[in-house]
């Protein structure tokens, strides 16, 4: 059975940090390129950050440069550190996991129930 659980959010003023973790099982977790979304009230879930399986990262505009993300094989862990957190991050923050097979093209995804970050004095 596949489980993905987020971890660390909370409520934090502007310009605090906070460190949300993803802790995957019943998956091979090198294999799974994983990424962190994020989805405000009324608005679409999008990709905040992201990270192959071989350590290749990415980040959305808003976030660069303020939100790291970064995964522990050992631990079936992946990590995004946010800082210089702005009101307007607030949201309800999502894990997945994600294979592609370069044989199949099948794609196996699996999502965590998230985690809420409020960002407010």
């Known amino acids: 059975q596949v489980q993905v659980v987020e971890s660390g959010g909370g409520l934090v003023q502007p310009g605090g940090s906070l460190r949300l973790s993803c802790a995957a099982s019943?998956?091979?977790?090198?294999?799974?390129?994983m990424g962190w979304y994020r989805q405000a009230p009324g608005k679409q879930r999008e990709l905040v950050a992201d990270?192959?399986?071989?350590?290749?990262?990415g980040y959305a505009d808003s976030v660069k440069g303020r939100f790291t993300i970064s995964r522990d094989n050992a631990k079936n862990t992946v990590y995004l550190q946010m800082n210089n957190l702005k009101p307007e991050d607030t949201a309800v923050y999502y894990c997945?996991?994600?294979?592609?097979?370069?044989?199949?093209?099948?794609?196996?995804?699996?999502w965590g129930q998230g985690t809420q970050v409020t960002v407010s004095s």
């Open positions: 990270i192959t399986s071989g350590g290749s990262t």
């Open positions: 019943g998956i091979i977790f090198r294999l799974y390129a």
């Open positions: 997945n996991a994600k294979y592609t097979s370069s044989v199949t093209l099948r794609q196996n995804s699996y």
